[in-house]
């Protein structure tokens, strides 16, 4: 096998380098101080330091490509569903939604930090929705709609409007890995994880937007 080429950079930041070695790609970071080598380093040890190399298998890859493109494909929908009366229902009083559940098959599908991300979008949907076309407690949801009997709108919407959806995801993905966990990932008791998943995670955007509200 060919040896990497060393780079040696000088009083810079690490720097990537990208290598051949005739059947696979590497990436590593390599950031050696030329005052190391003349402390009496050897080669070997030079070598040694630089040889922390990050491999990316295909499969490896391929779940990235994948979680990229259902990223994607979930922050389509959720858009999609916000500005059709499919996600967010017009009442006159608040706007009914189910823009939670993508956000919860989303989590379990794809982890924690991106489900926490799709209710990010989920609530930054809501805050321009309810800005666009108000309801009676759109100024829960939206700094722009003026709190009743004020002339201008209350920052605490953001919060109400973006932190509880973002905890929507990771708490649904929390409660099917518990239950996934005891009954050792059993085909059967997968989907009834789900549910209750989805469940909790319906729970949790209504209490604590309700919560905050009250607060």
């Known amino acids: 096998d060919a040896l990497p080429i060393l780079i040696i950079m000088l009083g810079r930041k690490p720097g990537r380098c990208t290598f051949t070695d005739g059947r696979q790609k590497a990436e590593f970071w390599a950031y050696i101080n030329l005052s190391c080598i003349f402390k009496g380093r050897t080669a070997l040890e030079v070598f040694k330091m630089s ?67 799709l209710g990010a979008v989920f609530g930054i949907a809501s805050l321009v929705k309810n800005t666009m076309i108000p309801s009676a407690l759109s100024f ?10 004020t002339d201008s709108g209350s920052v605490w919407a953001v919060v109400i409007s973006i932190i ?27 989907a009834v994880g789900a549910v209750i998943a989805g469940a909790f995670g319906a729970i949790v955007n209504t209490a604590l937007v309700m919560g905050l509200i009250y607060i």
């Open 164 to 190: 509880p959806r973002m905890l929507i995801g990771p708490a649904a993905w929390l409660i099917y890995k518990g239950i996934e966990k005891i009954t050792s990932s059993k085909i059967g008791f997968r």
């Open 51 to 117: 040889s922390n190399v990050k491999t990316a298998s295909p499969m490896a890859r391929r779940a990235a490509i994948r979680d990229m493109v259902l990223l994607a494909l979930f922050v389509a929908i959720l858009l999609l569903m916000t500005f059709t009366p499919i996600g967010l229902i017009d009442l006159p009083l608040i706007k009914a939604t189910i823009l939670h559940v993508p956000v919860i098959i989303g989590a379990i599908l794809m982890g924690p930090k991106k489900g926490a991300f």
């Open 140 to 149: 829960a949801f939206s700094p722009f709609i003026p709190v009743p009997g």
